[in-house]
């Protein structure tokens, strides 16, 4: 079975009990009340999901199992000679829940590397599309392509019991997250270098090998997408592809499908595609101001033109927190280390003392500081990577590593089908006038 399986399934059987405990004796245990601000306004700040892989405090920012960003690139194993986490590490401690051992990363990256192989047919889908197709329509396309491995699936189509769902569902994440790097790559030397594709070095690890099939042999790019993959990988569960995920995986669909689903929430402009907003943003500024490096009052003058056409500053605010992301502060610890001097940073550290203050003086916006979008496109362009429009893809090969170690703890602790109760707004006037009673 491997041994980080085993060490799953025996945290999955801990870990059950307890729930089923929970839920006996403290079942009908009012958490909140919910608004009727809140029931039209996206469901925000509405606790109705469990995530065992990450939590997300307003004011403390995310935290992987407990750990802080911070304290996930001081403990966590590195490369040789690297600084970063490897993203082996987090999926690893988002799995089991305890911080890894060095020989726990080379199991994980042995693991990743044995099942990596793609069918021939994952890459004839993909290149039945158009070229000029959006990187994440492809991306989609070839893990929907990918289903046809699904070991659950199978499993299921050939009758098992309820209670080895986790141990399929274990394989086929296992197999999709070994698998995604080949794909993205594919993608992205087909779109962008002419379809000379590299093939894999089995030596990598998992980032390292993606940032090399990417065609990027710098080290400075492979601790970039180090950082970059262990960052973006998990946000809680209420996030948009975290939660289509775990929505749709609750119908007991596979792996293959749950992720791909996720992936079409992460592709909307709202979520993973501001990644690329934010870089259009920046480059659009800098050309409008005559190139270089603005000044603050030039940058002040362009934000507030932006809002006066009624749009909003890419990268700037979040749903949840309440100060600036500790996964934009990550990356720029990682720019003053490896690349102060680059002109679209400081920018972006510009932006990044002017565009608070501005929204903070309007006093609608809850979250004036930036997120992780706010600096991510400025570390990618500086290494060459200036396909904006490949941007999401990165981040979704990361969320694989979240959203699908909680696809497993789904299904170790049987979690039942997400089906919320909805009303009419008809509904909602009666029970506004007092003549309707919420159930």
């Not at 329509?137 to 289903?147: D, K, N, P, S």
């Not at 940032?211 to 996030?239: C, K, Q, V």
């Not at 700037?316 to 490896?338: C, I, N, S, W």
Request: charged letters at 25%; proline letters at 5%; glycine letters at 10%.
């Amino acid at each position: 079975m491997g041994y980080i399986k085993e060490k799953f399934k025996v945290k999955a059987d801990e870990l059950n009990a307890e729930v089923k405990d929970l839920v006996k004796n403290h079942g009908t245990r009012k958490i909140e009340d919910v608004t009727l601000a809140q029931v039209y306004q996206g469901m925000r700040g509405i606790t109705g999901l469990v995530t065992e892989t990450s939590l997300l405090d307003a004011n403390e920012g995310i935290r992987f199992r407990g750990y802080s960003i911070p304290e996930l690139r001081e403990k966590m194993p590195k490369a040789p000679n690297g600084a970063e986490p490897l993203p082996e590490g987090l999926f690893y401690l988002m799995l089991i829940g305890e911080l890894p051992t060095e020989a726990d990363v080379q199991h994980l990256s042995s693991q990743w590397g044995r099942r990596s192989h793609v069918p021939n047919h994952v890459f004839d889908a993909i290149e039945a599309l158009p070229v000029t197709t959006h990187p994440m329509t492809m991306f989609t396309v070839g893990v929907m392509a990918m289903q046809t491995e699904s070991a659950f699936a199978k499993a299921y189509g050939e009758g098992i019991n309820k209670k080895d769902y986790w141990s399929y569902m274990y394989d086929d994440a296992m197999d999709l997250i070994a698998r995604l790097p080949r794909v993205a790559a594919y993608i992205y030397r087909r779109k962008y270098k002419g379809g000379n594709h590299i093939q894999p070095n089995g030596l990598l690890d998992w980032a390292g090998n993606f940032a090399h099939m990417l065609g990027y042999s710098d080290e400075g790019f492979r601790e970039l997408m180090r950082l970059y993959m262990t960052i973006h990988a998990d946000h809680e569960g209420g996030n948009v592809s975290a939660h289509t995920t775990h929505l749709v995986g609750s119908a007991l669909s596979d792996a293959y499908l749950s992720f791909a689903a996720g992936m079409n929430g992460l592709a909307g402009p709202l979520h993973g595609l501001a990644n690329q907003e934010v870089i259009k943003w920046i480059l659009s500024m800098r050309e409008e101001l005559g190139g270089g490096i603005p000044t603050k009052e030039q940058i002040a003058d362009y934000v507030k033109k932006t809002l006066s056409e009624g749009k909003v500053v890419p990268g700037y605010g979040h749903a949840v927190l309440r100060k600036t992301d500790p996964r934009f502060t990550a990356q720029m610890e990682f720019a003053k280390k490896h690349l102060a001097d680059d002109e679209l940073v400081n920018i972006v550290w510009l932006v990044y003392e002017t565009v608070p203050p501005i929204l903070e003086d309007l006093g609608k916006v809850k979250n004036p500081w930036p997120n992780v979008d706010a600096h991510s496109g400025a570390l990618l362009v500086h290494y060459g990577m200036v396909e904006y429009e490949f941007y999401t893809v990165l981040f979704g090969v990361s969320r694989a590593l979240g959203v699908l170690a909680s696809l497993c703890w789904d299904r170790a602790l049987g979690f039942s089908l997400e089906r919320p109760k909805s009303v009419t707004t008809e509904w909602m006037k009666q029970f506004v006038e007092g003549k309707v009673e919420a159930e």
